[in-house]
């Protein structure tokens, strides 16, 4: 029997040889890699198909627009943002001689200098850096609204060509404005606290502020992805700790708010007493969540309570006078704040002035944000 079978698959063997055909096992093998590579063909599809789609959703194009700039850019984000919002030399040079221009951002001041096409490096440039004080930003950028995120991210843009701060907090950051941010603002440092989701993320001036270190630390029971970014840098001589964070959503959830609450005080004590430590973020915090903790630490102050609870900047989300959110219902709440540890020895960093940014709706019709965000100006001591 055995040699029966054997003759016929011998046989087969020589009619698939004078046929041309393949034999059975490398017929299985062809038929394996076929299915391998269609599923790799698959999963390239499906990938260049979420690009595109986060692609679309910053620059407000569509699925055509999408694929013709990251197919002319080998498929790499970063790229195809760059060519999308900075147009040729060429071109540059005929919309220069014709007087007009491409405005990719919104112009927010009466002077040109500050408009999109200067970008987030010009502003840097042309403002003369000066040891004697240093700025800080903490913005809640509401990535998760994709409505005009596009016209929303060049404001955002904009405010920092127009401020130009040292330091910027953001919250709420997503993929495609990170990518946007990284393109646009090329003097800055972007230390993101996450790449999934949204999360928060830290900008640093290279001119002026040295990254010495950065570290995450996890909120153990967060239902919404949040944690606490830290960075520990240098600026005019003078060692910082920064932190920023997102802290837990919703009246419902103030229990988890105030254990992360507890988790950044901590953090801000064990820092070295030789150190300043800033924390700025949207806390999301009710005054009665920070007295049930027993109120801020004693060496840790609260900026805007320090500088005499000044009115003009106590609301950074006000559904009254911000109509992102067409809400219904109409609050105001001081969710947003800074924090400040002073170094034990010399005081040599001294909060000076703080206020709202972000007031102007864009030529969309919308704010660039449902929060404004908060430029806290500090002199330093030299």
């Known amino acids: 029997m055995e040699a029966a079978g054997e003759k016929r698959e011998g046989g087969e063997a ?6 041309g055909k393949p034999l059975p096992a490398e017929e299985e093998e062809e038929e394996e890699k076929e299915e391998e590579e269609e599923e790799e063909v698959l999963h390239q ?8 789609s986060e692609f679309a959703a910053i620059t407000s ?7 013709s ?9 970063e790229r195809a943002l760059n060519a999308y919002f900075e147009p040729p030399l060429e071109k540059k040079e005929e919309e220069g001689a014709a007087g007009g221009g491409a405005v990719n951002c919104i112009d927010l001041t009466a002077d040109a200098a500050t408009t999109s096409n200067a970008g987030v490096n010009s502003a840097d440039s042309r403002q003369q850096e000066d040891d004697s004080s240093f700025s800080l930003i903490t913005w809640n950028i509401d990535g998760l609204d994709l409505g005009s995120l596009k016209e929303r991210a060049g404001g955002i843009c904009s405010y920092l060509a127009l401020y130009s701060p040292d330091v910027v907090f953001l919250q709420e950051v997503i993929l495609p404005q990170l990518s946007l941010l990284q393109v646009r603002a090329g003097s800055y440092t972007i230390i993101p606290g996450a790449i999934d989701g949204y999360f928060a993320a830290i900008m640093l001036k290279k001119s002026r502020v040295k990254l010495l ?8 029971t967060t239902a919404m992805m949040r944690n ?6 240098s600026i005019s001589g003078n060692e910082l700790c920064l932190m920023t964070s997102h802290l837990e959503s919703t009246k419902n959830h103030s229990k988890e708010r105030m254990k992360q609450l507890q988790i950044v005080l901590d953090k801000m004590q064990k820092e070295s007493e030789s150190t300043t430590v800033i924390f700025g973020g949207d806390t999301n915090l009710r005054d009665n969540e920070v007295t049930k903790l027993g109120g801020l630490p004693n060496n840790i102050l609260d900026i805007w309570e320090f500088l005499g609870k000044p009115q003009h900047c106590r609301y950074t989300w006000d559904t009254h006078s911000n109509t992102n959110l067409h809400a219904e219902y109409k609050c105001k709440m001081r969710f947003d704040r ?3 540890r002073p170094a034990v020895e010399g005081g040599h960093i001294i909060p000076r002035s703080m206020d709202l940014i972000g007031l102007e709706k864009l030529e969309c019709g919308r704010f660039a944000s449902d929060h404004w965000g908060l430029l806290c100006n500090f002199d330093v001591v030299l």
């Not at 020589?14 to 046929?19: E, F, I, S």
């Not at 599809?45 to 595109?52: G, P, S």
């Not at 194009?61 to 694929?67: E, F, I, L, Y």
Request: glycine letters at 4%; aromatic letters at 10%.
């Open 228 to 233: 606490l970014l830290v960075v520990h840098v």
């Open 69 to 77: 700039f990251l197919a002319g850019n080998g498929w790499h984000m």
């Open 338 to 340: 800074v924090y400040f």
């Open 45 to 52: 599809a499906k990938r260049r198909k979420v690009l595109c």
């Open 213 to 220: 270190k950065q570290e995450i630390i996890p909120f153990p």
């Open 61 to 67: 194009s569509d699925a055509a627009v999408a694929r």
């Open 14 to 19: 020589a009619r698939c040889l004078q046929a």
